[in-house]
């Protein structure tokens, strides 16, 4: 097939997905697609331009997104409108309209969102406003530290002064189809700024500062944003930019903000120095927002790997739980390392434990892909199945693959030593001085999590030789 034919059969899709003025897919796939389908009909349209146009078809509508790029005193001069205008047929220009505009309907159903290839949902709306602000930033030598922050700093403060004192942040979702997704519903009533608006406000803001530095006269915005969402893990050992992975997002975003810095930020885009009031609510809110989406790991729901339902209603914990213990599955022996298949494996999982095991569900609390995610089992709140005896004391956290011989990738062992642990520690679900165990020390008939891996929990903090239960 020569590239002539392959872009007219990209297009084609493209255009048969946006026939239909009410559906489309509604994954970053096919948006990025939409993306380089505008940039071929505006060959001379600079980067600038085309973002600032697409985000200004995103603030059409008065939804949670209208007014962020506002600056405090005069939008038009801090952000002027691009003067080129876009090339866009009536098809696209409504594709576009549906996928940028965010808003929230009844049933808590979240629109102007995307099923990354990751698993991840992003809203579009703060991305645009992210890129658009690191590509002015180029051209503007005088931009303060912590410019690409704005942003996603305006979207936090407005949250923090409008939203009740429960609901500052989140929540998460599930789609109705990873592989065809049409609908995000959110798992309860929603703040401001829902995960997906701050998924799309940290990749705003890691895209933008890396914009504001580089050459981009050549790029195009389809690539920067393909090579950042779709790239596998292979491909992302080979990357020079280790912070263009979508992937890795929280850890990223933390390699270019502290919490005083996002602090000062929110405190200068809602212009309330001296206001006690607002400065304490500000502080509590970026608390909030370091505890949930810093100290925490990405997390895919057992929505979005597909589990099946528990078989009867599993009992509950009553944290803080004293011990963590590490295991690995052998079969299958293999690392996964996409979405597509960790989903796969966590299904299989869940077949066999309910299944063949007899019990009642998955048994594992979480288990680690080597696709840079954790997976949720039973999570923080249900009694696991994972170590006999100790389910009602303990998480058991399991590593897909043998590990008799070879150790996880050293990205996923952090994963669970310090951002699982920090994550369960802070939110009260392990206590301060919990102990981290392998399965055969509890289990003697057993040799996981694998000579290998247990060999390195040694020398984890809070690992202990001897189990204090024995």
Known sequence: MTPGELWIMTMAGICIIMQSSAVHLRNMEHFITAVAHLEHLNPHLSSLALVSNLRQIADQTHNITHGFMRSSNNETETHPKIKEQLNIDFNLSNFFSQALHHFIIDAYEEKGVVLTPDGTTVALAPLLLGLESGLRAKNDSNQPNGFYLHPLARMLGLSFLNSTPTVKLGPDGCWDSVSAPMVFTLSSKPSLVTDAVVHGGMDGAILGKHLSVVNCSQMNVSTLLRSYYTRTVEELDDVLDSHLKGRYRRQNFQKITSSSMLQEKVADVLSSPGD????????????????????CPSIIPRCIWGAAPPQ???????????????????IPSKPCLNLQMCSQNMRAMQRFHQKDRGWYDIGYSFVLGSDGYIYEGRGWMSQGAHTKGRNNVGYGVAFIGDYSGRLPSTHDMDLVRHHLVKCGVNNGFLQEDFTILGHRQVVVTTSCP??????EITTWKHYKDKDPLK
């Open 450 to 455: 694998g000579d290998a891996l247990y060999s």
């Open 276 to 295: 006690a009031e607002v400065e304490s609510l500000i502080e509590k809110g970026i608390k909030e927002f370091v505890l949930r989406y810093l100290d």
């Open 312 to 330: 009867v209603p599993l009992e509950l914990l009553s944290p803080p739980m004293s011990f963590l213990y590490i295991h690995h599955t052998a």
